[in-house]
């Protein structure tokens, strides 16, 4: 993961804010001066926000987790759909469906619904229905992929938000701190810092500075995932080796025993019983007759 630059930045247009009369006064940490009633943003701040977020985010990654994208904003639509693609994220770059979050189980019926579709017009009977009704389901289809297509891998709430701009994306902020999900956004001077658990201040309106910041945090996610991969790989060696070892600890005991001497004779049922076992008695002598006395 390459390091943020100062100039980099500089040239990207990161630290061009909005006009003084409509800044939020909140945002005043992050402001480095006034220049002809602009205000100007501080890159040091930015680079420090954006590594504290590239370390987050990358740790979300490591773990598996989902990172949804949201930016709806005309500059940013092509920048987010081209980049996320290449770590396979979720995003959303048309209109931010309502309740995506706090009513996600609806969502997720309008995901199958085109799933279903899609199964229909696959099947061979779709072509022997009228043209009429061929229309109407190719366009429903297609509006909803419109909408949805880029989450219809998202079986379950995303760990993370990143958005773009989140005035124009208040809705996505609302029902993130509603579900207290993370949210990571590009803050410019008018937006409100609070809101966001990670923000980093930069210019979110010139396509440059947005893709400057996405390319930072989008690399952060592929070396996160890079990281998990390398970790299995790790696991499933050390669990070959030990499934080796155990092998040759079994083999071990059968190759001594073989070497070793002739194994004892077990005793038979009739030699195993004690009177088999008992020393016979040794038999009794005869008695003598008494010898006669001698005539005189």
């Known amino acids: 993961m390459t390091e943020l630059k100062f100039e980099e930045l500089l040239e990207a247009g990161c630290h061009f804010g909005h006009l003084k009369r409509k800044w939020n006064p909140k945002m005043a940490p992050y402001i480095f001066k006034e220049q002809n009633g602009t205000h100007v943003i501080d890159l040091q701040k930015t680079i420090a ?3 504290e977020a590239a370390t987050a985010l990358k740790q979300i990654a490591k773990s598996g987790k989902k990172v949804l994208f949201v930016a709806t904003k005309k500059q940013a639509k092509e920048i987010v759909a081209e980049m996320v693609k290449s770590v396979d994220m979720p995003f959303v770059t048309e209109r931010w469906p309502g309740g995506m979050l706090t009513n996600f189980t609806t969502i997720r019926k309008a995901v199958k619904k085109m799933n279903n579709l899609d199964a229909m017009m696959k099947d061979k009977d779709f072509n022997n229905i009228s043209k009429r009704e061929r229309l109407q389901v190719q366009r429903e289809r297609a509006k909803l992929d419109k909408n949805l297509g880029s989450i219809a891998d998202l079986t379950r709430l995303p760990s993370a938000l990143f958005i773009i701009d989140i005035n124009k994306e208040h809705i ?9 999900i993370p949210t990571f956004a590009l803050v410019d001077t008018n937006c409100n810092p609070d809101l966001i658990d990670f923000p980093i201040p930069a210019n979110d309106d010139a396509s440059k500075s947005i893709a400057a910041i996405l390319k930072y945090m989008v690399e ?3 070396e996160g995932l890079n990281e998990r991969l390398l970790d299995k790989d790790n696991h499933a060696d050390e669990e070959d080796d030990t499934e080796a070892e155990e092998t040759q600890t079994e083999e071990r005991p059968s190759r001594e025993e073989g070497r070793g001497r002739r194994p004892r004779r077990q005793p038979t049922r009739r030699e195993a019983t004690p009177e088999a ?3 016979p008695e040794p038999a009794a002598e005869p008695e003598q007759a008494p010898e006669a006395p001698a005539a005189e």
Do not use: D, G, S
Request: proline content about 0%.
């Open 277 to 279: 076992t008992a020393a």
């Open 172 to 180: 996505a902020v609302a029902e993130a701190r509603r579900l207290n």
């Open 220 to 222: 952060a996610i592929q």
């Open 49 to 51: 926000k954006a590594n």
